[in-house]
C-alpha cells in the first residue's frame, strides 16, 4: 500500500470516527425533547439515527485493518482482493441504500430492508459490521506477486516496478 493511501484513508476514517462519535454522544447526551425536535425537523439527523452506529463500527474496523496492513505489510493475490472489494462496496452501498428513505419518503417502504439490515446488524452483532470494516484495507493491501494463480505459467511476466 502507498504511504498516500495509508495515510489518505486513516484521516478520512479518523474523522469518520470523530463525527460520529460526536453525533452519538449530542443523540444520547442531550435533552430528548431537542433530539426530537431536530429528528423532525433536519434530515441529517435522521440519517445520524440510522448510520452513526454502523459507520462508526465500520470506521473502527477499517482504522485496525489499515494498521495492520500497513505495520504487517500484507499481501493478497488477485482474486481475494477482489472479493474484500465486492464484500467492502456491498456494505458501503447498504449504507448509502439505508439513507435514500430520508431524502424519497416514497421508497420508505421499498428501501425499508436495507435500513432494518443496517439497524439491527449493528446492534445485535457490532462485532460483524467491525470485520467488515477491517476487509476494506485488506482489498487495498498490495499484490501477492508470487502466487500469480494456476495459469500463471501461460501469461506474461507482471513488471510492476
Known sequence: MKKSTFIGNLVAFIVLVIATTSFL????LSDPGVVLEAI???????IGVVLAAPVLLYAVG?????IVVWLK?????RGVRMAFRVVSALMIALF?????????PDTGSALMGPVVVVFYVSRLAPVFI???GFLYPL???PLDKSKRGAFAKYLPDDHFE
Open 25 to 28: 454522544a449530542w443523540y444520547h
Open 40 to 46: 423532525t425537523d433536519a434530515p441529517w439527523a435522521q
Open 62 to 66: 477499517a482504522i485496525l485493518g489499515l
Open 73 to 77: 505489510n500484507v499481501t493478497f493475490g
Open 96 to 104: 448509502v441504500l439505508s439513507v435514500i428513505p430520508v431524502f424519497l
Open 130 to 132: 467491525v470485520l467488515l
Open 139 to 141: 482489498a487495498l493491501a
